[in-house]
């Protein structure tokens, strides 16, 4: 017999647990159990917590099973619809980057193209006359970036508006 | 299986139509609803008792039966799927103890175990008060071994902790609720 146990704790644990604690125990058991500091812990505690049991299970007003069933289907459908999407968001994250990488490589490669045309622009599109006299015409430059960045924003703005719509 | 042909099985909840399909979910409906009947009242019970909050046990008792559904591993017997769903039910507590603790009006701590207390048996009502100076792990040991019955090993499954450490575990956790029991709780 260890401190943390009796070797008769078995026993009264099976007849705990099977309902025969006390009416079908042996009397020379019911005096070991009152004798035993372990064993009639064990009895004390088992009994309470039954007893707890018992009642506490009948406390409780459970949502029907139907609706976590269909909570459960709802949600193991959109894990589903999920996993199937994760390679077609891949897809999309990768041909994003490389459309990124080409419009800089052509961006660097036709530098010395684009930027003559948006040193011709101003005149192709009479710009010029939109400015006050009072500004040096080289700065029209300034006004048609700022425009052009400003309406990309917005163009990314709408379209993740409307993905998100959908 | 191309994911072109998944597509409109999964749309349509198809529970078949995924790789390694949970077997938990194929569990129908009527299986599924025999079974919540069987467990969900001594689950509710656990999770109760053991976390004090009523409120509580009534939110985890549905998650652990979605994830139960919704789960990957298979589950041999009502036995195992039972122990399966304390696990799941355990590892909610642990999430929630482990959670920022935000205090509520609304919170009802033994509230629920003490108004019914006149028809309960001494000892059980006094679990109440003797529950509420044990700690949690203290108080999820004591009631998956005394009220639900499972062995060291099984306990060891459901909580994670180390079989070897159950039996002492247990030992200190049961000689503290039975001197509290005797005192009234007061100890």
Redesign the interface.
């Known amino acids: 017999m260890s401190p ?2 009796c070797t008769r704790e078995r026993e009264v644990s099976d007849l705990l ?1 099977n309902g025969y604690w006390p009416q079908a125990c042996p009397g020379e058991l019911r005096a070991h159990v009152a004798s035993c500091r372990i064993c ?3 009895v ?10 018992r ?6 007003r ?2 029907p ?2 609706a ?2 269909w ?3 709802l ?3 959109n ?3 999920e ?2 999407g994760r ?1 077609i968001v891949g897809a999309q994250i990768f041909a994003v980057i490389m459309t990124l990488v080409v419009v800089a490589a052509m961006a660097i490669w036709q530098f010395g193209n684009w930027s003559a045309w948006f040193a011709d622009l101003p005149g192709a599109l009479h710009l010029t006359a939109l400015i006050p006299s009072s500004m040096p015409e080289n700065s029209v430059l300034w006004i048609i970036v700022p425009v052009i960045t400003t309406i990309a924003l917005l163009s990314g703005i709408v379209v993740y508006l409307t993905s998100e719509k959908q | 299986m191309s994911w072109e042909s998944i597509i409109p099985n999964v749309l349509a909840g198809d529970p078949q139509s995924l790789a390694g399909a949970a077997p938990a979910a194929i569990m129908d409906n009527e299986q599924f609803a025999a079974f919540y009947a069987r467990s969900a009242r001594s689950l509710w019970a656990y999770l109760a008792r053991v976390s004090r909050d009523p409120g509580l046990a009534d939110d985890l008792t549905q998650e652990a039966y979605v994830r139960f559904l919704c789960a990957d591993h298979p589950q041999d017997g009502e036995v195992a799927a039972r122990r399966y769903l304390f696990k799941i039910a355990t590892n909610l507590l642990r999430d929630h103890w482990r959670r920022p603790q935000s205090s509520s009006i609304d919170e009802l701590p033994e509230a629920v175990f003490a108004a019914s207390s006149e028809i309960q048996s001494d000892s059980a009502a006094m679990l109440g008060p003797a529950m509420a100076r044990m700690r949690p792990r203290d108080r999820q040991l004591l009631w998956l071994a005394y009220a639900e019955g499972y062995s060291h090993h099984e306990i060891a499954q459901i909580t994670g902790l180390a079989s070897a450490s159950i039996r002492l575990l247990l030992f200190r956790a049961r000689r503290k609720i039975a001197r509290l029991l005797r005192s009234g709780g007061e100890a």
């Open positions: 943390f146990s647990h009639s812990d064990l004390l505690v088992t009994g309470s917590f039954q007893s707890a049991r009642q506490t299970a009948e406390l409780p459970l949502e099973a139907g976590i069933w909570r459960a289907q949600r193991r459908r894990v589903a619809i996993k199937v390679p």
